[in-house]
Nanobody
């Protein structure tokens, strides 16, 4: 069974950095587009960043553009989210997700409905 497991979350001061990892198992994800989403308390889940199956194309929410970088290592079945210049408003549970139709899409997916497999999430807390 396909499984995504996030790690790397924690407590960091504003201006700091964290790197999240998402380890995929159960099948190969090299043809999947991958994405990171987040959900803050009392708010809806929102798209953060996405990467194409090849890793060539990426897409970011305006709120994180220039501060976050998504990347992938298909040999390790792992996706990363490097987060820098963190702000208190980045505090949320961060989720990794996989789109098994990624190889057939012309653009990097960014809608929750595009992703079928989800991890359990990792908490990121940014203190001011």
């Amino acid at each position: 069974q396909a499984q995504l497991v996030e790690s790397g979350g924690g407590l960091v001061q504003a201006g700091g950095s964290l790197r999240l990892s998402c380890a995929a198992s159960g099948r190969t994800f090299s043809s999947d587009a991958m994405g990171w989403f987040r959900q803050a308390p009392g708010k809806e889940r929102e798209f953060v960043a996405g990467i194409s199956w090849s890793g060539v194309n990426t897409y970011y929410a305006d709120s994180v553009k220039g501060r976050f970088t998504i990347s992938r290592d298909n040999a390790k079945n792992t996706v990363y989210l490097q987060m820098t210049s963190l702000k208190p408003e980045d505090t949320a549970v961060y989720y990794c997700a996989a789109d098994h139709l990624g190889r057939y899409r012309s653009a990097v997916p960014s809608r929750s409905s595009d992703f079928r497999a989800w991890g359990q999430g990792t908490q990121v807390t940014v203190s001011s």
